[in-house]
């Protein structure tokens, strides 16, 4: 009955990292599950339309990958702080910044491309 019991509940989807514990007889068993990530992934063109970034972003760790389409290149971001919209920056200085359906893809302080969200 209680291994039955522990087939059942470790059958069931969890959405949250979390342990369980069942016990049958004198022995235990441990069972952990991860959650899934959670990813948004969106599609960008820049003003003169040769340009397309496709950004992939994971809220749960605070990243985005971004790929440059027309170059092949791709950056690995993190959060970076924004005074408004969200940014994200690489470790070689390059920043993608999106508000309201807008983006700036640049380094340092120079903008190198800006663009429209599309669908």
């Not at 441990?30 to 003003?47: G, I, L, R, V, W």
């Not at 702080?81 to 380094?107: L, N």
């Amino acid at each position: 009955m209680a291994l039955a019991a522990a087939v059942a509940l470790s059958s069931c989807a969890k959405k949250e990292s979390e342990s369980m514990t069942t016990e049958t007889g004198s022995a235990s068993v441990t069972e952990t599950q991860a959650a899934p990530a959670t990813t948004n992934e969106m599609a960008y063109q820049s003003e003169d339309g040769r340009t397309r970034f496709h950004a992939v972003y994971n809220p749960d760790q605070g990243t985005a990958r971004v790929t440059n389409e027309a170059e092949g290149k791709t950056y690995e971001m993190q959060t970076a702080q924004s005074a408004s919209g969200a940014k994200f920056t690489d470790k070689e200085g390059y920043f993608f910044w999106t508000h309201q359906g807008e983006f700036e893809f640049g380094k340092g302080e120079e903008t190198l491309v800006k663009g429209r969200e599309i669908h």
